[in-house]
């Protein structure tokens, strides 16, 4: 057992916080928001150059091979920064899916575009009706004579305004809940019959809802097996909530030391506020809920890749109740210790607690998840 | 990085957990999963079996009987003897006095004592809190004037636990009314067949007899029998506060409780459903497991790190393991209660000490289930509250 970051791993983590703390300071974030695809097109280049963007796909996909820790290391300087480029979307969840599940060919022809920052990708599968539920998926495809035909409608497809390739689910056989019978398709995003409508998020992301009429897919752009496309699914979700969990935690740690600094300088009554015991509590419960959250995110990170799905997606709802239930007392916490300046647009530590808020409701929430790890008996056999 | 135990890791893993079997007498094993009081006797009997086993003080220098293990393996060791379920060996001797001795005792003293406390020879109790100190402890009034070669002791302690089993207590005094609290205080041994010296019994919200008053009425102790200098006693009192916080979160012991909790509300119906197979039951545990996974990795993470931290430099995620650590030991107490219900109702002392000759009302388990959800509240109020553990932690961490 040991807990120390590689060589390789230290020179990873040292290059993303640098790269974070010199381009993610909340003018600069503010900036970023008001370009067109509500990111920065140049940083989404930089993260290319430095590999970030191919780093858990083969090397000769253009990738580095890397791990979940490299994931988290990454995902992590991400979160202190707030960054809002679609990494998950495509690199996470896109690059996941067609990594996992993707032919040869697929992957040849995807995974080094993706890898080189030309290709942006979104995964379209949430549904107005399915909230959490990952094989309630009511959208459809029919064969046709050359392919797939697509109709139905998805919702929340995060930065899929943005991206240039969607994947979409889509049922061809089964009851709408049904584990059986989900495919996953391949969708150029400017096909005909694909209607997008992008819009901002409360944390200031962006996302899409997703109309499919009629929308024809070649047979060689089904990802993986037709119909059997659910513990695919289940998989790339568990690798979102693991980089999710990262994330929030490089918010919280950034949200809590945001905090406590405010402490040290803010005065009333003549002293500094952080002398007043009542906050010096909230203070250190933060820092309780901060460690307890670290310590879970890293569980994920070595449960992502466990190959009994049962234990593996018992591990990420535990992680993911841990680092639910922290994100939102810490964030609720640093507003309260700011007081009115929490309150304000104009100052960061809103929107850290805006996007722990938004974070909350990707792929379940936290009574979702404690239900799912309660179902399936928890994490501790009885005596 | 790699959160799995090593596959020498997992073979001492296995080799402590065979050693629990073969070794934990049975009734002494029984007590523990019931959580029955131990007789001074078992504790006695439990700590000399480690003991020939080289296993009472396997954290101290082997210089001093310990072992070579390093942080992980006493880890290690620690939860199997929790998940046995196995007695802690008495905290007091192989945690507190004898950590202490090692770092700051003399030559003869360590000679004498340290052989004695891990066999459990010498049964150690804590002389520390007063009526008038117990949060802010440096404002300790029992005083303790030089006569010749000896300290001529009188005041009072309280809330000593275990006094009454005790041969010694490791005793804070004041040895210098003129200096500030914190400077005049020293750390002494102290007979406890002293003349002068009485105990007397308090008796605790769970019935029981865990606490006392020590009074000191010109009790005569050497000065030999002073642990390091004069008026430096406070600072080998601190070193306890950072040694050995591992083992204060209890980890085990509260997955323990987790366990039985979820077997016994099998047994327990809701109607024509057992309380285990209810959405709500589940819930609740399963929310107390997260926090206690999250807690087990927060531990090793300090285990780890402590290999790498300059003495004297704490773990940020060291501040966790005594506030979350004894949350959760009262959160699972309390599990436990709600699962025993009307069960947990009758007072049954004497199933509490086994020495019981009819049988229990209610099931065998039930007579223990209050007491401990009772007594457990102490876990947050001694060794320093948790709210003063928060004041620390803001102070020295947070640097507020």
Same mark, same amino acid.
């Given at each position: 057992?040991?807990?120390?970051?590689?060589?390789?791993?230290?020179?990873?983590?040292?290059?993303?916080?640098?790269?974070?703390?010199?381009?993610?300071?909340?003018?600069?974030?503010?900036?970023?928001?008001?370009?067109?695809?509500?990111?920065?097109?140049?940083?989404?280049?930089?993260?290319?150059?430095?590999?970030?963007?191919?780093?858990?796909?083969?090397?000769?996909?253009?990738?580095?091979?890397? #791990?979940?820790?490299?994931?988290?290391?990454?995902?992590?300087?991400?979160?202190?920064?707030?960054?809002?480029?679609?990494?998950?979307?495509?690199?996470? %969840?896109?690059?996941?899916?067609?990594?996992?599940?993707?032919?040869?060919?697929?992957?040849?022809?995807? %995974?080094?575009?993706?890898?080189?920052?030309?290709?942006?990708?979104?995964?379209?599968?949430?549904?107005?009706?399915?909230?959490?539920?990952?094989?309630?998926?009511?959208?459809?495809?029919?064969?046709?004579?050359?392919?797939?035909?697509?109709?139905?409608?998805?919702?929340?497809?995060?930065?899929?305004?943005?991206?240039?390739?969607?994947?979409?689910?889509?049922?061809?056989g089964g009851e709408r809940c049904d584990r059986n019978?989900?495919? %996953?398709?391949?969708?150029? &995003?400017? &096909?005909?019959?694909?209607?997008?409508?992008?819009?901002?998020?409360?944390?200031?992301?962006?996302?899409?809802?997703?109309?499919?009429?009629?929308?024809?897919?070649?047979?060689?752009?089904?990802?993986?097996?037709?119909?059997?496309?659910?513990?695919?699914?289940?998989?790339?979700?568990?690798?979102?909530?693991?980089?999710?969990?990262?994330?929030?935690?490089?918010?919280?740690?950034?949200?809590?030391?945001?905090?406590?600094?405010?402490?040290?300088?803010?005065?009333?009554?003549?002293?500094?506020?952080?002398?007043?015991?009542?906050?010096?509590?909230?203070?250190?419960?933060?820092?309780?809920?901060?460690?307890?959250?670290?310590?879970?995110?890293?569980?994920?990170?070595?449960?992502?890749?466990? &190959?009994?799905?049962?234990?593996?997606?018992?591990?990420?709802?535990? &992680?993911?109740?841990?680092?639910?239930?922290?994100?939102?007392?810490?964030?609720?916490?640093?507003?309260?210790?700011?007081?009115?300046?929490?309150?304000?647009?104009?100052?960061?530590?809103?929107?850290?607690?805006?996007?722990?808020?938004?974070?909350?409701?990707?792929? #379940?929430?936290?009574?979702?998840? %404690?239900?799912?790890?309660?179902?399936?008996?928890?994490?501790?056999?009885?005596? | 990085?790699?959160?799995? @135990?090593?596959?020498?890791?997992?073979? @001492?893993?296995?080799?402590?957990?065979?050693?629990?079997?073969?070794?934990?007498?049975?009734?002494?094993?029984?007590?523990?999963?019931?959580?029955?009081?131990?007789?001074?006797?078992?504790?006695?009997?439990?700590?000399?079996?480690?003991?020939?086993?080289?296993?009472?003080?396997?954290?101290?220098?082997?210089?001093?009987?310990?072992?070579?293990?390093?942080?992980?393996?006493?880890?290690?060791?620690?939860?199997?003897?929790?998940?046995?379920?196995?007695?802690?060996?008495?905290? @007091?001797?192989?945690?507190?006095?004898?950590?202490?001795?090692?770092?700051?005792?003399?030559?003869?003293?360590?000679?004498?004592?340290?052989?004695?406390?891990?066999?459990?020879?010498?049964?150690?109790?804590?002389?520390?809190?007063?009526?008038?100190?117990?949060?802010?402890?440096?404002?300790?009034?029992?005083?303790?004037?030089?006569?010749?070669?000896?300290?001529?002791?009188?005041?009072?302690?309280?809330?000593?636990?275990?006094?009454?089993?005790?041969?010694?207590?490791?005793?804070?005094?004041?040895t210098d009314p003129s200096a500030k609290p914190q400077?005049?205080?020293?750390?002494?041994?102290?007979?406890?067949?002293?003349?002068?010296?009485?105990?007397?019994?308090?008796?605790?919200?769970?019935?029981?007899?865990?606490?006392?008053?020590? @009074?000191?009425?010109?009790?005569?102790?050497?000065?030999?029998?002073?642990?390091?200098?004069?008026?430096?006693?406070?600072?080998?009192?601190?070193?306890?506060?950072?040694?050995?916080?591992?083992?204060?979160?209890?980890?085990?012991?509260? =997955?323990?409780?987790?366990?039985?909790?979820?077997?016994?509300?099998?047994?327990?119906?809701?109607?024509?459903?057992?309380?285990?197979?209810?959405?709500?039951?589940?819930? =609740?545990?399963?929310?107390?497991?997260?926090?206690?996974?999250?807690?087990?990795?927060?531990?090793?993470?300090?285990?780890?790190?402590?290999?790498?931290?300059?003495?004297?430099?704490?773990? $940020?995620?060291?501040?966790?393991?005594?506030?979350?650590?004894?949350?959760?030991?009262?959160?699972?107490?309390?599990?436990?209660?709600?699962?025993?219900?009307?069960?947990?109702?009758?007072?049954? $002392?004497?199933?509490?000490?086994?020495?019981?000759?009819?049988?229990?009302?209610?099931?065998?388990?039930?007579?223990?289930?209050?007491?401990?959800?009772?007594?457990?509240?102490?876990?947050?109020?001694?060794?320093?509250?948790?709210?003063?553990?928060?004041?620390?932690?803001?102070?020295?961490?947070?640097?507020?």
């Amino acid at each position: 057992m040991d807990f120390d970051l590689s060589e390789e791993q230290r020179m990873l983590e040292q290059s993303v916080g640098r790269l974070i703390a010199e381009h993610y300071s909340f003018e600069q974030r503010k900036r970023y928001m008001q370009e067109p695809a509500g990111f920065s097109r140049d940083l989404w280049r930089r993260y290319a150059e430095m590999g970030l963007l191919g780093l858990p796909f083969d090397e000769r996909h253009g990738g580095a091979n890397a #791990g979940p820790i490299e994931t988290m290391i990454v995902m992590e300087a991400f979160g202190r920064g707030l960054a809002l480029e679609p990494y998950l979307s495509t690199v996470i %969840l896109s690059g996941g899916l067609i990594r996992l599940a993707g032919s040869e060919a697929q992957r040849a022809e995807l %995974l080094p575009r993706i890898a080189g920052g030309s290709l942006l990708a979104a995964w379209a599968h949430s549904e107005a009706q399915s909230r959490y539920a990952l094989s309630d998926v009511a959208c459809t495809a029919r064969r046709d004579a050359d392919g797939w035909i697509l109709d139905g409608a998805k919702s929340h497809v995060m930065h899929g305004d943005s991206a240039d390739r969607l994947i979409v689910s889509a049922r061809i056989g089964g009851e709408r809940c049904d584990r059986n019978g989900i495919a %996953l398709f391949l969708v150029d &995003a400017a &096909a005909p019959g694909v209607e997008r409508r992008g819009y901002p998020t409360q944390d200031g992301l962006r996302a899409a809802r997703i109309g499919l009429s009629g929308v024809r897919v070649a047979s060689r752009d089904v990802l993986g097996e037709p119909g059997e496309a659910a513990p695919l699914i289940e998989r790339v979700a568990d690798c979102a909530l693991a980089a999710l969990a990262a994330e929030a935690l490089g918010a919280m740690a950034a949200a809590h030391e945001t905090t406590v600094e405010y402490l040290k300088t803010r005065k009333q009554f003549g002293v500094a506020i952080g002398s007043f015991q009542a906050l010096q509590h909230r203070a250190v419960d933060m820092l309780v809920e901060l460690e307890q959250a670290r310590s879970m995110a890293l569980y994920a990170a070595m449960m992502v890749d466990e &190959a009994d799905a049962v234990e593996r997606r018992k591990a990420i709802s535990a &992680a993911t109740v841990q680092i639910r239930r922290s994100g939102r007392s810490i964030g609720q916490q640093a507003v309260q210790l700011h007081g009115g300046i929490g309150m304000t647009l104009e100052y960061k530590i809103g929107h850290y607690f805006k996007r722990f808020t938004a974070m909350e409701t990707l792929f #379940g929430d936290t009574d979702h998840h %404690l239900a799912a790890l309660a179902e399936a008996g928890g994490l501790i056999a009885s005596a | 990085m790699d959160l799995r @135990f090593t596959p020498e890791e997992l073979a @001492f893993r296995d080799e402590v957990r065979a050693f629990f079997r073969s070794a934990l007498p049975a009734d002494i094993r029984r007590k523990t999963e019931l959580g029955q009081r131990l007789s001074k006797e078992d504790t006695v009997r439990w700590q000399r079996i480690l003991n020939a086993k080289g296993w009472a003080v396997p954290h101290w220098s082997v210089e001093w009987g310990g072992t070579d293990w390093g942080p992980v393996k006493n880890y290690i060791f620690r939860e199997e003897m929790q998940l046995a379920p196995a007695p802690d060996p008495l905290s @007091f001797n192989v945690s507190m006095v004898g950590p202490v001795l090692i770092a700051f005792g003399s030559e003869a003293q360590k000679r004498h004592f340290l052989p004695r406390v891990a066999n459990l020879d010498y049964w150690f109790c804590q002389g520390f809190s007063e009526p008038g100190a117990g949060s802010d402890l440096a404002s300790l009034r029992t005083s303790a004037r030089r006569e010749g070669d000896d300290y001529v002791v009188n005041g009072q302690k309280i809330w000593t636990s275990r006094a009454h089993h005790a041969d010694w207590m490791f005793c804070l005094v004041r040895t210098d009314p003129s200096a500030k609290p914190q400077a005049g205080i020293s750390y002494l041994l102290i007979d406890m067949k002293a003349p002068g010296l009485t105990v007397r019994p308090i008796s605790t919200i769970d019935g029981e007899h865990h606490f006392n008053e020590v @009074f000191f009425d010109e009790v005569r102790v050497p000065v030999a029998n002073r642990v390091g200098e004069e008026n430096k006693g406070w600072t080998y009192a601190k070193f306890l506060l950072g040694n050995e916080r591992t083992g204060i979160a209890r980890v085990g012991a509260s =997955k323990f409780r987790i366990q039985r909790a979820k077997a016994l509300a099998r047994t327990v119906m809701v109607g024509a459903t057992p309380l285990a197979d209810t959405a709500r039951f589940r819930e =609740k545990v399963a929310a107390i497991e997260v926090q206690l996974k999250a807690l087990e990795i927060t531990q090793m993470r300090v285990v780890c790190n402590a290999r790498r931290l300059a003495p004297g430099v704490q773990d $940020p995620a060291s501040s966790v393991l005594k506030l979350k650590g004894t949350e959760l030991q009262q959160a699972t107490t309390e599990i436990l209660m709600e699962v025993a219900g009307p069960d947990a109702l009758a007072l049954q $002392p004497e199933h509490l000490w086994g020495s019981a000759t009819e049988a229990p009302i209610g099931p065998e388990w039930a007579p223990m289930i209050a007491p401990d959800y009772f007594y457990t509240r102490a876990a947050s109020i001694y060794g320093g509250s948790n709210e003063i553990q928060r004041n620390v932690i803001a102070k020295r961490l947070l640097g507020l």
